[in-house]
């Protein structure tokens, strides 16, 4: 099915039909009740009340006396249903008044169960529009992401359709249940007083004609303003992810005129949205009041003539007053009707599509995918972009499965568009394609997206870890049921059953969907070696040991890896001196000061696990300025930060923002220096307890910044660094009394679970005074880590390395070569790269397309295809043919020498 309903009624009847049908049952069900509680005050008004059959003491009543509901003038006598039960005046007011109390118990218990019966298909509803909207996008062709915002899709899906969540559950029951109410009142009024009953009718037939036209323009402004939020969606989304050229080309302003243009109109619209709904729902309360003063007037008139007696009075007034809610509900719920059909059909040509791929293509596969057992067939290849320019002309050329072919060629000279024709990234407009014998078009994903690796030089990925990104490539279907508790198993059955009932798939996420079979692995730890050796050949390895370096780790899920990482951080301090690194490294000691460490460091002595309680803001920190004050600490550390203060001023104050020995300052930046002598001017020689809290804050933080091994000012003495590794011992005790500690504290004999790897092994500062103090001290780290054969548990955290959105937290680079490792790792018959390590210098983009050339010819006991369509040329000389395109067509095929000898243009695209 390539369309979706295009009427939002016929889309909610064809998928909850049976739903619909027993909300009618339940509602048609609950009517008598509410008749029933309609007629009730009348009869305890005119019956215990006034004494209406009362007139003697001794009299009695019949309870549940029920006749036919007919007034008298239409049949008389009535007949009688029920003789009921006989009582006195006094308990037959009570039993009336327990019947009305439980009639109002049973039409809310309706109401709730009507209510939460729409409610839970609404939500039904809204899950399988949106789940059928993103499974049109998956179904998109490629080109049409090129001309599609991301964000105004994700907006369409998620936001746009809320309201329509809201209308599935009413579309047809709240029509039935408000009109049911209406009738049922409308037509007790009637029964009542029919001319009552005939006011009412044409005051309610006036609002229904008048409300709806005073609505239409509440429907376009509607439909502007949803068209400019989703443009302004899609707007930021083009900011975010174009951040970089904003600030690059101090285009900042403009954008913000930009996006308070937009919000200018979506004010003005939704300000005239606002005037005009609270102009109609006055005229429709003013209308309804109108009614009621008719009522009031017309009803009480009719009572004292005696025409109506005081129970019908009462009646009319309380039917009334339910009346107007089922009739502004049916006004609200044709408003409600008419916008949200229009943002349905807004939404319906937004993600129209007649060229959407057969979700058939797009199945699970029935059977393990067997590797290709022939090559491309490629015949009089076209292809014209969506201009009518042709990108390639009459192509022809046959590539066997094994071969390394590289294609190459100017700019838009064809080569880049034939990769991605080959990998069906590019529908070709006429030729013939095949793979393996059949029109690659017509192919499943399940054999091209497994058999076919394609790699360019796009380098977005979701955030994910480094594991996660890599082997996603693998997870083409689930594998290994999840297993769960019996508990966990019939929670899932439940959830099962209402996926079924929504129209999703029934797929499970929580299955184990890594396809290691592929791999010819069992195991995680197989898989993670397999993993290793494709990151050696990209040079990635050593990257990923970097990132595990830095890298966290929990010490309850790997004990024995942190216990050794502890035996390593006592072997690496007893080898200082024998690695060199007396002197550079100073390790941290509790009852020490640490002197290559700051001040805060040093009254941290540990890592913060609360932002609060980073030394960066000790200023503001209650907990810590209690303590500095309770130690005497506070008044020092704050004459030392003024004696800072001033000496930076003094020395720097002079100089530009640029100057070089502003990067010796890690305490204060170049433009906080007119704000500090601004405040020095201020606090004079007043004490800390007279100067303002802002003022106090400034001061104090420069001191926990200082480094005396740095900064050599002359501030800290013995009796000082005393005092604050006293306060450290007081601020830790204050710390561990609390029931979550925000500070994971340094011990040298634990493992410290807030601290990176590498912190945890150095435990202590690197000198800032000895050049290539850092990197000498990381290889020195490394190196032990091999000696205690842990590399490799350093290389599976690096793995779980959270690469970000977008895989921003990672280089270009990095991203180039995993974008490149993944695609191996999934084994294809055919890897085709398209100018994917352009990010790389020529000698490492040489070493890598040896190594993936290498690994193809079968080094590792696997053989695959290689296109490869490279930026430099001359790489072209690796490769076993070479195809040479010039202005969209195919001009030369042959090997490397060969084509230098006999081709012009492939010779001139060498000398280029």
């Known amino acids: 099915m390539n369309q979706i309903e295009p009427s939002l009624l016929k889309y909610i009847w064809k998928h909850s039909r049976g739903d619909q049908l027993w909300m009618l049952v339940v509602i048609l069900a609950s009517m008598p009740f509410y008749f029933l509680s309609l007629d009730l005050p009348k009869q305890i008004v005119n019956g215990p009340i006034q004494g209406r059959g009362f007139e003697n003491p001794d009299d009695t009543a019949f309870f549940l006396t029920t006749y036919l509901p007919i007034p008298e003038w239409l049949l008389s006598p009535p007949i009688k249903l029920f003789g009921g ?16 109390l439980l009639l109002v118990a049973v039409n809310g218990g309706f109401k709730r169960y009507i209510n939460t019966y729409k409610g839970r298909m609404g939500e039904r509803m809204l899950r399988r529009l949106r789940y059928q909207l993103f499974d049109r996008v998956l179904r998109y062709p490629l080109p049409r992401f090129r001309r599609t915002k991301a964000s105004e899709i994700a907006s369409m899906i998620k936001d746009e359709v809320e309201p329509m969540g809201n209308f599935i559950g009413d579309a047809y029951t709240q029509p039935l249940f408000l009109g049911g109410q209406a009738i049922t009142g409308l037509t007790f009024i009637f029964l009542q ?69 937009i919000l200018n109109r979506l004010y003005f619209l939704r300000f005239e949205i606002f005037q005009r709904k609270f102009y109609i729902k006055y005229l429709n309360n003013l209308l309804i009041q109108f009614l009621a003063f008719l009522f009031y007037a017309a009803g009480g008139y009719l009572a004292i003539r005696g025409s109506l007696d005081i129970g019908q009075l009462v009646a009319v007034i309380a039917a009334y007053k339910d009346l107007p809610d089922p009739i502004r509900g049916l006004i ?76 190459v060629g100017a700019v838009n000279s064809g080569a880049t568009h034939f990769t991605e024709v080959a990998s069906r990234v590019l529908r070709h407009s006429s030729g013939r394609v095949e793979l393996d014998g059949h029109p690659i078009e017509q192919l499943p994903e399940y054999i091209t997206g497994r058999r076919i690796g394609y790699v360019d030089a796009s380098t977005y990925f979701p955030q994910n870890t480094i594991f996660d990104t890599l082997t996603y490539v693998l997870k083409n279907q689930p594998v290994t049921p999840r297993e769960r508790t019996e508990e966990e198993e019939a929670q899932y059955q439940i959830e099962l059953a209402e996926t079924r009932r929504a129209g999703n798939t029934v797929l499970d996420i929580e299955a184990d969907w890594i396809d290691r079979e592929r791999l010819g692995v069992k195991t995680d730890e197989e898989l993670i070696e397999e993993i290793h050796r494709v990151l050696l050949d990209l040079d990635f390895a050593d990257d990923v040991r970097a990132l595990g370096l830095r890298g966290t780790l929990d010490p309850e899920r790997h004990p024995l890896l942190c216990e050794a990482l502890v035996k390593a951080r006592h072997r690496f301090r007893n080898r200082l001196t024998e690695l060199g690194l007396d002197g550079i490294v100073e390790p941290f000691e509790p ?90 001017n201020r606090i004079g020689q007043m004490r800390l307890e007279e100067i303002s809290g802002a003022d106090q804050k400034l001061i104090l933080k420069l001191p926990f910044s200082y480094i005396e091994s740095r900064n050599r000012l002359g501030l800290l003495d013995d009796e000082l660094k005393s005092t604050i590794v006293e306060a450290r011992r007081k601020l830790r005790e204050t710390l561990e009394e609390l029931e979550t500690p925000p500070v994971s504290f340094y011990d040298p004999d634990r ?72 695609t191996l790792l999934k084994r294809p018959d055919f890897l085709i790269v398209n100018q994917a390590l352009n ?74």
């Open 193 to 261: 007083n029919i001319p009552l009953g005939f006011v009412t009718l044409v005051i309610v037939v006036f609002q229904a004609w008048l409300i709806p036209r005073l609505r239409r323009r509440l429907i376009v402004l509607g439909k502007a303003q949803q068209i400019e939020a989703r443009q302004m969606a899609g707007r930021l989304g083009e900011i975010v992810e174009s951040i970089q050229e904003v600030h690059s080309n101090d285009t900042t302003n403009y954008e913000r005129a930009n996006l308070a243009s």
């Open 591 to 680: 009852e020490r000061y640490n002197n290559q460490a700051t001040i805060g460091e040093n009254l941290l002595f540990g890592t913060a696990v609360e932002a609060s309680f980073d030394p960066t803001h000790f200023p503001s920190n209650k907990v810590v300025r209690n303590v500095l004050a309770e130690t005497g600490l506070e008044a020092r550390l704050f004459e030392m930060g003024k004696e800072v203060a001033a000496t930076t001023v003094e020395l720097f104050g002079d100089l530009s923002a640029d100057n070089p020995f502003f990067d010796q300052l890690d305490y204060m930046d170049a433009d906080e220096l007119p704000e500090y002598r601004a405040a020095l």
């Open 332 to 407: 609200d719920y044709d408003q409600q009707r008419l916008t949200v059909d229009v943002r349905y059909k807004q939404i319906v040509e937004q993600f129209a599509a007649d060229d959407l791929q057969d979700s058939k293509q797009q199945r699970i596969a029935d059977e393990p995918v067997g590797p290709l057992s022939k090559g491309f067939d490629i015949v009089n290849l076209q292809v014209i972009d969506e201009t009518g320019s042709k990108l390639i002309e009459k192509a022809t050329a046959k590539i066997d499965i094994g071969e390394q072919v590289c294609v």
């Open 85 to 100: 039960f006989e009582m006195d005046r006094v308990t037959y007011l009570f039993a009336l008044a327990t019947t009305f």
């Open 839 to 912: 990010a790389l210098d020529s000698r490492l983009q040489r070493q890598i397309i040896e190594s993936v050339l290498a690994r193809s010819k079968g080094r590792d006991g696997v053989r695959f295809g290689v296109i490869w369509s490279p930026m430099n040329v001359a790489i072209s000389e690796l490769f076993d043919r070479v195809l040479v395109f010039e202005n969209g067509v195919l001009v030369a095929d042959g090997k490397p020498s060969q084509l230098a000898r006999e081709s012009g243009a492939y010779s001139e695209l060498i000398g280029a």
């Open 751 to 822: 493992y410290n679970a807030a601290a990176s790897v590498l912190d945890n092994v150095l435990l202590g500062r690197i000198s800032s005074t000895v050049a290539e103090a850092p990197e000498r001290v990381t290889n020195a780290i490394r190196k032990l880590l091999a000696e205690m054969e842990l590399t490799d548990d350093i290389f599976r955290i690096g793995l779980e390395f959270n690469i970000g959105t977008g895989g921003k937290r990672l280089s270009e680079t990095q991203r180039q070569k995993l974008h490149l490792a993944r």
